[in-house]
């Protein structure tokens, strides 16, 4: 089996490197990631500059290819420029935070997923919610194989996209998984003023404390209740409930 | 009624300021913008590092502020630190080039609109198919104007989210509007290798022609077919349909 692995930390985080090490022995894993951090770039591609691909060596080991570009991009250029063959699946991780609600919108992780469903290929994005109280993201990877390897044997369509979160508590701690919809409200998030030492302002967009938004049956109540979420995402963004609704308006112009 | 108008081109661009023009009786009309360009970033959002807001006089006249960040850092930027009151309707446009098909997830004049509707408002993002052969975009505008009129008079619901795109033709050639669904197929864009001066490898990414794409009922062929396309579109990912198939799964892990 041809696995395609990226994310959009970087070709460097520990998450991915604790991803594939759990990994390798499903398939043939190629590594394809951002050289730099990617985080919050959602579905970014470039085309206004070229793209570079590096390949990435570890302890004289050639561990991935690190590319300049966005995670959509690594996406891309895997496919067309660097694997031999197809993937068979694409994962997207593990991402460090978890990706729920309408960050889901903002995530390069999600994005590679969503890229590798448009181009035909079943893809998951697979993200840890990484806390003050727990981080460990090797056991988080343990976990991941299981849910991935959970997929795999069910055949996941061509084309079909699972956003896969895992709960900031240890594996022997976690409830179970559950099938959830995107949690599809506004975070609220705002801005932090501050003043630089010229006297100019400057403006840090703020987290939101997810854990205080609740809405049974979503990802976000999910994890923040100790559950692994798995979301089935679709790419194809037309509100067919406001078609109808437009569709009676008088649109003569 | 208060009107916020951003796109992804950037403040200078010539078709916000076209568009400006147009609406300028329609409301109060705030421009929050890029201040440089960002085409293709997609639903990027900034949080790594903080943000700048600068006035844009043109002529002793503010016409403007221009963001140091994404087209969804603007829509944030301009909701909670820069306009007195919300705004009614949120308008990302006129962009440079049509947002059609899977490229609605690349834009960030899209992501712009997808930004305001989260938050609650009513937003529409306008795009403008430019071509070799006709490229006018304040006639255009004029037209946009028109669609967005009729939209704002059937009081286009709280959250909602409309994507329009104009053909590239004369006004009077435009053959009317067509509601659509999103064209929800890979576009294929592949690469262009080349070398450098240097001798080492580089990728550019190739746009397809999208005219050799049809379907009928989608964006994309209307706008080929010479009408203006009007597309819901919704930020729910959640697909319903393989929700059900999963649910079926044994998910015992």
Redesign the interface.
């Known amino acids: 089996m041809q696995i395609l692995l990226t994310n959009d930390d970087g070709i460097y985080a520990p998450g991915i490197a604790a991803l594939k090490h759990q990994i390798q022995n499903l398939g043939q894993v190629t590594v394809v990631a951002p050289a730099i ?1 990617q ?10 500059q ?4 590096r390949e990435v060596h570890l302890n004289n080991e050639l561990i991935g290819y690190g590319v300049s570009g966005s995670p ?2 690594c996406v ?2 895997a496919v ?2 660097i694997m031999k063959k197809e993937p068979d699946v694409v994962i997207s991780g593990l991402n460090m935070g978890a990706n729920v609600g ?1 960050h ?3 995530s390069g992780t999600v ?1 590679a997923a ?1 890229e590798a469903a ?3 290929f079943p893809s998951i994005a697979v993200s840890f919610e990484i806390t003050e109280q727990y981080a460990d993201v090797n056991d988080a990877s343990k ?1 991941a194989k ?2 991935i ?2 997929i795999i044997k ?1 055949k996941l ?1 061509k084309g ?3 956003n896969v979160n895992i709960p900031s508590r240890p594996a022997n701690q976690i409830k ?2 559950k ?1 959830t ?2 949690f ?3 975070f609220k ?3 932090d ?2 003043t630089d030492p010229s006297g ?6 703020m ?1 939101t404390d997810k854990s205080i938004h609740r809405e049974d049956g979503t990802d976000i109540t999910a994890v923040n209740e100790g559950y692994i979420s ?10 067919q409930d ?2 109808k ?3 009676g ?3 003569d ?1």
């Open positions: 951090e985080s919050g770039v959602g579905h970014s591609i470039t085309f206004s070229p793209l570079r691909i959509a991009d891309k250029l067309y420029e309408i889901i919108l903002y994005a969503v448009i181009m035909g976990v299981k849910v390897e959970c069910h369509p079909s996209l699972l179970g998984i099938i919809r995107q599809a409200h506004d998030e705002t801005f003023k501050r100019r302002a400057y403006y840090w967009l987290g798995v979301t089935p995402l679709r790419y194809d963004l037309t509100d406001l078609y609704k437009i569709e308006w008088d649109w112009i």
